[in-house]
């Protein structure tokens, strides 16, 4: 059983930044992909960004390229989400996720690809 935490959620201004971490424990770590997904009240869970187990590949939602960078260190069982240039519309309920296989890239950007979740972290961007 894997358990994902994640943490650096807040408040930010316009054009401000934030880094989310999302530390797992429990099994081996190396061999997941992980995500990273939002949530705002009243809509579905969306795809944010999303990194293979080696860390060579990286993917990112259209909303979010170039601003935003997913990275992760396998030595610490943390990926991080280090947003840049945050809007207002970014203000969200963020979420990791772990996936045990190998997965598609377009797979990936999916909700239901994950097999383990986090609890979220709170992020609002202020106008």
């Known amino acids: 059983q894997v358990q994902l935490v994640e943490s650096g959620g807040g408040l930010v201004q316009a054009g401000g930044s934030l880094r989310l971490s999302c530390a797992a424990s429990g099994r081996p770590f190396r061999s997941y992909a992980m995500g990273w997904f939002r949530q705002v009240p009243g809509k579905e869970r969306e795809f944010v960004a999303a990194?293979?187990?080696?860390?060579?590949?990286?993917y990112y939602a259209d909303s979010v390229k170039g601003r935003f960078t997913i990275s992760r260190d396998n030595t610490k069982n943390t990926v991080y989400l280090q947003m840049n240039s945050l809007k207002p519309e970014d203000t969200a309920v963020y979420y990791c996720?772990?996936?045990?296989?190998?997965?598609?890239?377009?797979?990936?950007?999916?909700?239901?690809?994950?097999?383990?979740w986090g609890q979220g972290t709170q992020v609002t961007v202020s106008s």
């Open positions: 996720g772990g996936r045990t296989y190998y997965s598609t890239s377009s797979y990936l950007r999916e909700r239901r690809a994950y097999d383990y």
């Open positions: 990194i293979r187990w080696s860390g060579d590949s990286t």
